[in-house]
């Protein structure tokens, strides 16, 4: 497999708060926990609490978030964050 990485951006309303290759993300749906591996699925969540990443060098970075809204295609992940999701 070529690229083992998930290549993730997370967007503000007005800021990039993060952009860089990942091996995991975690986050928090309505469902619970869940976790995003590379070659995941497209996927589209709403996602609460926090959103812990694994950097490419294997450290854990834990971002504390209110709601936002998770989007999963083509190994390239796009958190929205500062959007109302009822």
């Keep these: 497999m070529a690229n083992s990485l998930i ?21 928090l749906d309505e469902k619970g926990r869940f976790d995003i591996l590379p070659f995941h699925a ?8 926090t959103v812990v990443v694994v950097e490419e060098n294997g450290v ?17 992940a796009k958190i929205f964050l500062g959007i109302e999701t009822m």
């Design 42 to 49: 497209h996927f589209i969540a709403l996602i609460n609490k």
């Design 7 to 27: 290549d993730l951006i997370i967007i503000d309303t007005n800021k990039t708060i993060y952009q860089g290759r990942v091996k995991t993300i975690s986050s």
């Design 60 to 76: 854990e970075k834990t971002f504390t978030i209110t709601d936002g809204i998770l989007k999963i295609l083509d190994n390239n």
